[in-house]
């Protein structure tokens, strides 16, 4: 598991929490083999091609949100993470919580945003 603290500016990744199913799970690929290192090239490139198909379908509302930098810093933070190196036999695993975790954090995003409009 792992915690961002508040004020941590490395959580650039809000960007992608309007649909994190497609996106991050696009960019982490849970079911690769744990003896592959995720490829930031490719990482990056399989994230910007879900986030562009996310943007034409709607489920994203923001074109902004498939910034390349954004997914960028986004393997950063799965770097540092330890999400992206091979080698672990739980890598698949930790790679899932992580992004069982950005679901529910978008859940609890998208209620905070509905209570707002209502105000």
């Not at 497609?22 to 003896?35: F, K, T, V, Y």
């Not at 330890?82 to 036999?89: F, H, I, S």
Request: aromatic content about 4%.
């Amino acid at each position: 598991m792992w915690s961002v603290t508040p004020g941590d500016h490395s959580v650039v990744t809000v960007g992608l929490l309007g649909d994190p199913e497609g996106i991050l799970e696009a960019a982490l690929n849970p079911r690769q083999s744990p003896d592959q290192q995720l490829d930031e090239k490719q990482c990056i490139a399989n994230a910007l091609k879900e986030g562009r198909q996310a943007f034409l379908q709607r489920r994203i509302t923001s074109e902004a949100s498939i910034g390349k930098i954004l997914f960028q810093n986004g393997y950063k933070l799965a770097k540092n993470l330890g999400l992206a190196d091979a080698g672990d036999e739980n890598i698949g695993v930790r790679r899932s919580e992580v992004l069982r975790e950005f679901k529910d954090l978008s859940k609890r995003l998208e209620r905070v945003a509905a209570i707002a409009r209502r105000i």
